[in-house]
């Protein structure tokens, strides 16, 4: 033994280094995180060659075989053999793979996919696991082949493709063994060379990789309860209801302004349809158009306008950014003063995966009663509906002493840029002679008068943890764990502050304040790799009845105590923790919010209220107001502006921001009723 050690000597650092620099600037191209990443481990193969084929049968210079087997292009295994001088005498160093797990450099001190040298320290993602054994059997083999001596063992080493992930099968060791390419390995030891810590690992894990799917139901955050709703829901509870005067007759108007009108109505609303593609809002992403809807309603309602002289109805276009308008549409009355309005009709929708959908959602879809497709409830419907009243409007000129008002609004469905809505209109005046009357604002569902809605305040929790290989848990911190550990806290300790209020039920509040996640999200990384960081974000819905701000320093404080006591939050697991006392390291949570709003609670005492109750009841049979903690952030503004704001709608709640959303016509019909009754009770 001895000789053969001289022979072989140490290893060679002037040698290793260099050849294990190339690899390292090789791992940035063979992280392994499919579909996203897809190593090229043929990269690192090229450098492991040039390094052998000096002493190769290849070149003739040395006993190496050199076997460079691919099943994928680009991503090649490498079996190497320095032949020994006994038929069957054999031992392999097998398992030295050149893929490796993915690397944020953002999240490093240094340079991941640069060999970083601080004396004996050798830096850089695959200097553990794996290309340093790759560099090391390299060296081994390396000095086989060069000093040649004559041993009685044949000896082997396979550098393999494809171990860090086995999303994409039959690339490497599998792949070798199936074409029966290492069977000889099985007539001597075989030596995996993929461990750490330098003593022999005698034992491992089995892995059972799992996805756990959770199907629930797609809906709106502040309509929590909506999960199971059927449209018949809608119809319960008739009977408790408001003291309604008696109603007024209201014979001469109905019989001027008719009914909706089908065949005018469907084709308006098909138009619209066919532009919610152009009006999804989700910036950056998705900006809406919405002058796309402003031109078909403007072409409604040119014919019936003081532009053409064809009629009464001003119209007033208000655009702040580009191919982003408002429209103000005015139908004069006899007294000055005297005036009622349709806000709120918004033309962008939320986002739409026509994947997820039965139909096209951005074309209109007819069924029957049925009209389907994105926008239909939510809110481009509203907008066909009151485009159609104003027109009947300036089409009939009835005589009335009210002053009848409709703005058509940008960028209801998302807050992230602002200045170019109802904001924008209030913030420059243009709807302060709106204060003069009751304002509608005509953009919930189900046809009864909605009173209350919610707050909403976005957060984030940010938990830090600590990255480590998934088969040594003991060495990680679980964000992911952490996360709905802490979350649960979180959400105990909230609905033990903010439990339900007494004035949710005069309101008729489906639901008290919730605080709940909605979406998850971290680094990426290979199934068997716990990541060091994670973030969970949802939004607290609170009613009316609470302040925001003191909601938002309360989760504060629950975060600040969950740090201060990490180590007592329950783990999972005899190896699951949140404390590494021997590393000094402890997990984290950070909470931020963005923009937080306040919900509303309509004047319950207020003209506008009793007259919208008094046509409900009239025109659908039934009134029962009802409340929701979905956010309307615009309304609460203009209550704060001095507005009379009562809120009501005519989609359906069942397909609100859901997929295969429709609205029914008949409600739609409804609806216009509805909206004659009030012009023509406010005549008194």
Not at 168 to 177: F, P, Q
Not at 239 to 261: Q, R, V, W, Y
Not at 529 to 542: A, F, K, N, Y
Request: glycine letters at 10%; aromatic letters at 8%.
């Amino acid at each position: 033994m001895a000789d053969l050690k001289e022979t072989l000597g140490d290893l060679n650092r002037d040698s290793f280094v260099p050849l294990l620099s190339k690899l390292i600037g090789e791992s940035k191209y063979v992280q392994n995180n499919p579909p996203d990443l897809i190593p090229q481990e043929d990269r690192v193969v090229n450098h492991v060659l040039d390094a052998l084929r000096p002493f190769s049968t290849t070149t003739g210079g040395g006993p190496l075989i050199l076997n460079h087997v691919a099943y994928f292009p680009g991503r090649g295994n490498l079996i190497v053999q320095y032949p020994g001088t006994v038929p069957g005498k054999i031992l392999s160093f097998v398992g030295c793979h050149m893929d490796v797990v993915t690397a944020n450099p953002n999240d490093w001190d240094f340079d991941p996919f640069s060999l970083s040298i601080e004396g004996d320290k050798l830096k850089g993602r695959g200097t553990t696991d794996c290309l340093g054994h790759v560099a090391l059997v390299t060296e081994l083999m390396r000095k086989l082949g060069q000093t040649k001596p004559k041993l009685k063992s044949t000896v082997v080493a396979v550098f393999i493709a494809n171990e860090e992930n086995s999303a994409i099968s039959g690339v490497g060791v599998d792949a070798l063994v199936k074409d029966g390419l290492l069977d000889n390995l099985k007539q001597g030891p075989l030596f995996w060379v993929d461990t750490a810590d330098k003593q022999p690992c005698v034992g491992t894990g089995g892995m059972i990789p799992w996805k756990l799917h959770v199907t629930g139901k797609l809906f709106h955050s502040g309509l929590a309860h909506k999960v199971n709703i059927t449209v018949t829901d809608r119809e319960r509870g008739k009977g408790k209801g408001f003291e309604i005067p008696n109603p007024i007759s209201m014979a001469d108007l109905k019989e001027t302004l008719g009914d909706l009108n089908r065949d005018s109505f469907v084709p308006l609303l098909s138009k619209l349809i066919g532009e919610s593609k152009y009006v999804q809002n989700n910036p950056p992403d998705l900006i809406p158009q919405e002058d796309r809807v402003v031109n078909h309603v403007l072409d409604a309602l040119r014919p019936f306008s003081t532009t053409t002289g064809g009629g009464p109805l001003i119209l007033n276009h208000v655009a702040y950014f580009p191919g982003r308008g408002n429209l103000i549409v005015q139908y004069p009355g006899t007294v000055p003063g005297k005036i009622l309005s349709f806000v709120g009709c918004h033309m962008d929708v939320v986002t739409a995966n026509p994947n997820d959908w039965d139909f096209d959602p951005f074309s209109l879809s007819i069924e029957g009663d049925k009209l389907k497709g994105r926008g239909t409830t939510d809110c481009l419907g509203h907008v066909a509906l009151v485009t159609e009243l104003m027109r009947k409007l300036g089409q009939t000129k009835p005589k009335l002493k009210s002053t009848v008002v409709a703005v058509f609004i940008a960028n209801e469905e998302n807050s992230a840029i602002s200045g170019v809505g109802v904001d924008a209109l209030v913030k420059d005046g243009l709807l302060d002679n709106l204060k003069q009357g009751p304002l509608f604002w005509v953009d919930t569902a189900d046809k009864q008068p909605c009173v209350g809605t919610g707050g909403m305040i976005p957060w984030k929790l940010h938990v830090t943890g600590k990255l480590f290989h998934s088969g040594l848990a003991h060495k990680a911190i679980n964000p992911l764990e952490l996360a709905m550990e802490a979350l649960k806290e979180i959400q105990l300790r909230f609905y033990r502050d903010f439990p339900p209020h007494p004035q949710e039920q005069v309101y008729g509040f489906a639901t008290p304040s919730t605080m709940k996640p909605t979406q998850w999200s971290y680094p990426g990384g290979g199934i068997n790799q716990i990541p060091g960081e994670c973030t969970i974000s949802g939004d607290v819905r609170l009613t009316p009845f609470y302040n925001v701000k003191n909601v938002m320093e309360k989760l504060q404080e629950y975060v600040d105590d969950i740090n201060k006591n990490i180590e007592k939050i329950e783990s999972r697991g005899p190896v699951s923790k949140y404390v590494l006392p021997d590393e000094n390291l402890r997990g984290s949570l950070t909470l931020t919010f963005d923009e937080a709003s306040s919900g509303v609670a309509c004047d319950l005492n207020s003209r506008g209220f009793h007259v919208l109750c008094k046509a409900t009841e009239e025109v659908v049979g039934h009134v029962k107001p009802y409340s929701i903690t979905g956010t309307l952030p615009l309304i609460r503004d203009l209550k704060d502006e001095g507005f009379d704001v009562q809120t009501c709608g005519y989609g359906l709640m069942a397909t609100y921001h859901a997929k295969n959303e429709y609205c029914l016509f008949t409600d739609m019909s409804q609806g216009y009723g509805v909206f004659v009754s009030i012009i023509s009770q406010l005549e008194d």
